[in-house]
């Protein structure tokens, strides 16, 4: 079956609105019609920035989606500081992160919280991103495979299967993350080709194949073609790369490399 790519720009706490703007023109600047048939392209700014990406998206009719890093599971209520996912289906967020490494390993984020987190994504009308993947000291310990299955076990948990479709797995090693390390073609595709089969198992066969695992991981220009001709393969969330316009137009051009 075939998967349009996802090539999604995971920007974290970097680009005030001001700078965001000029991120997304500079990136818009360097596509044309081809590069967008192509692929899904996906800019995920700081909440800060959402609201004049939407502006610009839609002033300018760019065909540039747009995601949120995070969101709080509830959809309102007295949760200070928190962002509810009703907030950001109304700025025309079309994905949202679950479980990136950096909330489950900085802000605590664990298996649970990440479940709830799909869960609200998906109900909301958006499509979750959700982030697995093993470090340096479980992929040493032989674990990476037990990680990654608990991460899709858990997270998926209570997603019905006719939701399928808009569920994306990002399978990133957290030892590949900001490192300037990638896993090799071969080794990602063979870890996004075992989350795929964990799919399987928790929601059923036909959706495994019409989910769009992407791999992440300091991917960049240099790689990205390599790891995009893997079969198991269906994008990739970029986050170093995607905050230079020239790197990330690149990475979304990856079929004319
Ligand atoms: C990420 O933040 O999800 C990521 C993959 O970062 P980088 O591309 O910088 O490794």
Redesign the pocket.
């Given at each position: 079956m075939a998967r349009m790519p996802l090539l999604a720009g995971?920007w974290?706490m970097h680009k005030d609105h001001l700078e965001a703007i000029q991120l997304v023109q500079q990136i818009a600047y360097h596509l044309d019609e081809q590069d967008y048939d192509r692929s899904e392209i996906v800019v995920i700014p700081p909440f800060t920035a959402l609201r004049s990406i939407q502006t610009l998206i839609e002033g300018d009719r760019l065909a540039i989606g747009l995601g949120a890093q995070d969101c709080y599971h509830e959809e309102s209520g007295a949760f200070t500081g928190a962002i509810s996912p009703v907030m950001l289906a109304k700025l025309a967020v079309r994905y949202v992160v679950c479980g990136?490494?950096?909330r489950r390993h900085v802000f605590g984020d664990d298996d649970q919280t990440v479940n709830r987190k799909v869960r609200a994504v998906l109900s909301n009308g958006m499509r979750p991103i959700l982030?697995v993947g093993e470090t340096d000291e479980e992929r040493e310990q032989g674990q990476a495979e037990e990680v990654v299955a608990r991460h899709i076990t858990r997270g998926l948990e209570g997603v019905a299967g006719d939701r399928a479709d808009d569920v994306v797995i990002?399978y990133?090693p957290v030892w590949?993350?900001?490192?300037g390390k990638t896993a090799t073609p071969s080794d990602a595709n063979e870890m996004c080709g075992f989350a795929r089969s964990q799919i399987a198992d928790v929601l059923d066969g036909d959706a495994a194949g019409s989910i769009r695992v992407q791999y992440?991981?300091?991917?960049k220009p240099g790689n990205v073609a390599e790891l995009m001709a893997q079969p198991e393969i269906d994008g990739a969330?970029?986050?170093?790369?995607?905050l230079q316009a020239d790197d990330f137009a690149a990475i979304c051009r990856y079929h004319r490399l």
């Open positions: 995971n974290k990136h490494s950096e982030c990002a990133e590949a993350i900001g490192t992440g991981g300091s991917v969330l970029v986050g170093g790369a995607s």
